[in-house]
């Protein structure tokens, strides 16, 4: 196909099967019918799942090309300057059809009488500022408005990547809203829905810049591009299919569901993804290579495989507008637990629980396999390169991949809505003994060691990697007292501010606080590598182990102490039958902050002993200048 006329077939197949598939999903759905009361008019009801789908594809033209820029395109070329271009111009409709979203929704949810008085404009505001909807497109809008322009102005690589992670975090707020409102069970929801929305933008988007970049990049950088491309698109798949079946989970309760309008939208989406998957491992890679011979066969697979990313992005845009079965059941919320957390309080937790209790956080799920995976691949490419990696550092690896999993998804994560006590474990295991297992197992190491290192001027994993790890930044958070203030400031918010609060009633605080602790932890424990003790910072590492575990010590003392609960309104209205009273359970926080201390102190310990022994003289030692050696 001649590569002008796909830059015009290729999205125009796109733009157009997402509309024919958005009429028939919201004909099928009832998503623009008419309402029995409130009516907001044929233009709110068909120009709100439009205006969505405008959303959704051009979050993706904004997403995915900065991705590849990132990661696949050598910085100062065209095609580098052109992702950023469709970035930035997606970016750019990303705000506007975001702003009509959010206007059409204040119709759609108010059905106020539209004016240019004064009234209608404080309505307007008091929807975007007070409520969780409003706010939510508000800042989408602010977010993309500036994505426009760093996409349109920035060119090194540090500018883009940080470009690309603004870009991610814009399109978190509207993918909380899930596609038909409120769910019975929010949590899940939540990171299926974001995880969902952000692999498919990169999918998709990178798609579209397969098409645009094709006639200016010469054969070896369109082959490299693909290639590169083809690795992503496989990642994104993986999480747009396990994330999908988290969402199916929660939006349909039976079988029986699959027949109702919802479900079969639902499967017609599912249909066009496993399509696309099919299509991406059949084709792509067998005839990759017959790229730059300008065979047509490919691109051919590439206009079918927009084709059916326009079926699954206007279903998308009709399941926003249709009730998911799981929604239409309304269970009576009766108890506090029930208000707080959507769910009642979980039974009493006994030895048994603590090994077949599973509540299972999406995200750390796939951080985790992807991590185990990942690492058990490199050690099989050092092995074959004639690298024996330590077996210690692999079990190091899995075991705290595992500890991962186990404290986000597990008992832990099952019972911590309702007991401090099992929040402040997670705290302990989050903050120092995962990291510990982590950072022993030496990650970075082995993948500068078996990532094949770019030559064509462009940054992957190697090259992202080495400049984190040397970068002026990481160097200065690897000094001791600078890790260790880091800790203790992880500590301070997580017992005194409101930090914590927020990550019992928003799940986005609780990832934060989740990423917060593991990144802490493991520069605190970077920083206590043995290697450094003979510099001068390093010589600082045992002061500073010493007055972190005080300051643990005392958070410790001072939470077993405090007469007043923590965030009382939230744990002393759960209202268990069964367990320590909360102020008991604080108690027993307490400890678990002790736990901590007491790890610090054992590492205080072997710090102590690892410089004395370092310091000790030998028959090696170099005799200071103008001293004499001993005669016997």
Known sequence: MNPVVLRIVGPTILVVAALIAAVVGLAIGGGAAPRLTNDPGALVRWGLPAAKLIVNLSGAAMLGPLVLAVFALPSGGKPFTVALDIASAGAATLTISSGVVAFLTFLSSFNPQVSLNAEFGAQLGRFLLD????????????????????????????????????????????????????????????MSLVLHVISAA?????????????????????????????????????????????????????????????????????????????????????????????RGAFWTI?????????????????????????????????????????????????????????????????????????YLVGVRRARRRGYPWPARRTISWIAGMGALLWTTSGPIAAYDDSLISMRFLAFALLSLAIPLLLVFAAPITLATLVIHPRDDGSRGPREWLLWAAHSPLARFTRRPVVAASLFATSLWLFHYSDLFRWSLYDQLGAEWMISQLLVTGCLFVRSLSPNASTTPEGRWRVASLTALTGVATFFGIATIARSDLIVAEWFGAMGRTWGPTPLQDQALAGAATLMIAGMLAILTGFSVLHTKRNNRPTDSTPVPAGRKDPRP
Request: charged residues 10%.
């Open 131 to 190: 409520t969780e909807l409003g706010r939510s497109w508000l800042i989408t809008v602010i977010l993309a408005s500036v994505v426009t322009v760093l996409a349109f102005a920035v060119r090194s690589n540090g500018a883009v990547l940080f470009t690309t992670v603004l870009a991610i975090i814009s399109l978190i707020p509207m993918a909380t809203q899930g596609h038909s409102g409120e769910l019975a069970n929010h949590d899940p929801a939540v």
């Open 202 to 294: 990169v999918w998709l988007g990178g798609l579209i810049l397969l098409v645009v970049a094709r006639p200016i990049s010469s054969p070896r950088e369109l082959e490299n591009l693909l290639r590169r491309y083809s690795t992503v698109a496989l990642i994104a798949f993986i999480g747009v299919a396990v994330s999908g079946y988290a969402r199916t989970l929660t939006a349909l309760g039976r079988w029986e569901d699959l027949a109702s309008p919802y479900g079969i939208l639902l499967l017609t989406k599912i249909g066009a993804l496993l399509v696309m998957g099919v299509l991406g491992a059949a084709y792509r890679r067998r005839l990759i290579a017959k790229t730059s011979e300008g």
């Open 302 to 374: 590439v206009c079918v495989e927009l084709g059916f990313m326009g079926v699954a992005s206007g279903v998308a845009a009709a399941l926003a507008r249709t009730a998911a079965p799981a929604d239409a059941i309304t269970l009576p919320q009766t108890t506090a637990a029930e208000i707080l957390t959507d769910a009642p309080v979980p039974v009493a937790l006994t030895l048994q629980r603590w090994f077949t209790a599973w509540s299972p956080d999406l995200l750390w799920v796939l951080v985790a396999g992807f991590g185990i995976v990942f």
